[in-house]
Every structure is written in C-alpha cells, then in structure tokens.
C-alpha cells in the first residue's frame, strides 16, 4: 500500500465516521440512567408504556379501550404475565362499571321524568347489579395485545384491550334490558368508551 493510498483511505474513513456521528446527533438520544432499576426502566420503555396505551396502534385508539398493567417481584414469568394483565382489566372494569352505570342512570332519568328517579330504593340497586353483570359480561372479550420486562428491575408491563364492539354483542345478550334501554346504551357507548380512556389515561399519570 503506498503512503498516497493510505493517506487517501485514512480520510475517507474519518469522512464516514463523521458523517454518521453527524447522523446520530439529530437522533433521539436515551435518558441518563438514574441509578433507580425501575425508573430506568419505564424512561426507556415503549411508548405504550411510558405514554397512553392508544400509542400503540397509531389510529387514536379508536373502537378500543385499552390498559397497561404491572407487576413485579416474581421470576415467574407466567406469574407475572397474568398478574399484569389482571390488573389492566381491573383498571377496565372499575371505570367500565361506573360508565354503564352512568349510561343507565341518565337514560332511567329520562323516561321517569328525571326527579322521580331514585326514589325508590330498587332503583339504585337495579343499575348497580345491571352494570357489573354487564362489564362482568364485557370483559370477557378483553385481550392481551402485548408485553414488555424491564431489563433492569424486572417489571412485567402487559398492554390489555377491549374492543367496543364486545360491549356491543354484551349489551344484546342482556335479556333483562329491554330494547329501549339497549339502544340507548349502544347509541351513547361511543362517546363514553371516549370518556372512560381519557380517564384511564389520566390515572396512570
């Protein structure tokens, strides 16, 4: 190799190091590690983790409820797995229940006259067993969508989803609404599927 060559071939590697050390500045760089396992962990994980679940799929979340459980503690990663998604279905059914509830109620209003409703003491009751038995009926149609462990601490994150249209095809089996009281379930469900992810979003801030 002649000392022209390798002078020439020393300047093209320095020109493609710099080149892509130029390429690697306009990048996104990682958080600075904090010494703490598991903050480490959620800085660095996927955006449907760290941010709402919705991030996931790219289209708004639309038609779909979804929710991201965890769980640490376990070298079993079974245990961990359904440990995790367990708690995004509660986190579901706890604010899926109070949704129902609050569609039934305003519709129940409605056709009592709003102020006769609730005087009676079955009325309350009624909505209450209506709507557990619902999201109960509901959640049968989650599912796990995806799953991640944090390197560091060990943490289980499953992202969990229901789509609408379960709530849907649960509302039609429920044999003790009557057709008026479905309909307006189903009519008014979108706005509040909208409604219950905002809030679970804002939960997990």
């Given at each position: 190799?002649?000392?022209?060559?390798?002078?020439?071939?020393?300047?093209?590697?320095?020109?493609?190091?710099?080149?892509?050390?130029?390429?690697?500045?306009?990048?996104?760089?990682?958080?600075?590690?904090?010494?703490?396992?598991?903050?480490?962990?959620?800085?660095?994980?996927?955006?449907?983790?760290?941010?709402?679940?919705?991030?996931?799929?790219?289209?708004?979340?639309?038609?779909?409820?979804?929710?991201?459980?965890?769980?640490?503690?376990?070298n079993n990663i079974g245990l961990l797995k359904s440990g995790a998604a367990g708690r995004a279905r509660t986190e579901i059914a706890r604010s899926l229940q109070v949704k129902v509830a609050s569609l039934l109620k305003d519709y129940q209003?409605?056709?009592?006259?709003?102020?006769?409703?609730?005087?009676?003491?079955?009325?309350?009751?009624?909505?209450?067993?209506?709507?557990?038995?619902?999201?109960?009926?509901?959640?049968?149609?989650?599912?796990?969508?995806?799953?991640?462990?944090?390197?560091?601490?060990?943490?289980?994150?499953?992202?969990?989803?229901?789509?609408?249209?379960?709530?849907?095809?649960?509302?039609?089996?429920?044999?003790?609404?009557?057709?008026?009281?479905?309909?307006?379930?189903?009519?008014?469900?979108?706005?509040?599927?909208?409604?219950?992810?905002?809030?679970?979003?804002?939960?997990?801030?």
């Amino acid at each position: 190799m002649t000392r022209s060559f390798a002078r020439s071939a020393a300047v093209s590697i320095a020109l493609s190091l710099g080149a892509v050390a130029c390429g690697g500045g306009n990048q996104a760089q990682p958080p600075a590690a904090t010494g703490n396992a598991a903050i480490d962990d959620f800085n660095s994980a996927p955006a449907w983790v760290r941010q709402s679940c919705k991030s996931y799929w790219g289209d708004g979340g639309k038609s779909r409820v979804c929710a991201v459980g965890s769980m640490a503690g376990s070298n079993n990663i079974g245990l961990l797995k359904s440990g995790a998604a367990g708690r995004a279905r509660t986190e579901i059914a706890r604010s899926l229940q109070v949704k129902v509830a609050s569609l039934l109620k305003d519709y129940q209003r409605t056709v009592t006259g709003g102020e006769n409703f609730g005087k009676a003491a079955s009325d309350e009751q009624l909505v209450q067993d209506t709507s557990k038995q619902l999201t109960d009926m509901t959640l049968s149609g989650t599912e796990q969508v995806d799953s991640w462990v944090g390197p560091k601490s060990g943490t289980m994150y499953v992202l969990v989803q229901l789509n609408t249209e379960s709530f849907s095809d649960a509302i039609g089996k429920m044999k003790t609404l009557d057709a008026q009281t479905r309909e307006y379930v189903v009519r008014n469900s979108a706005k509040a599927f909208d409604d219950l992810q905002g809030e679970l979003d804002k939960a997990r801030q």
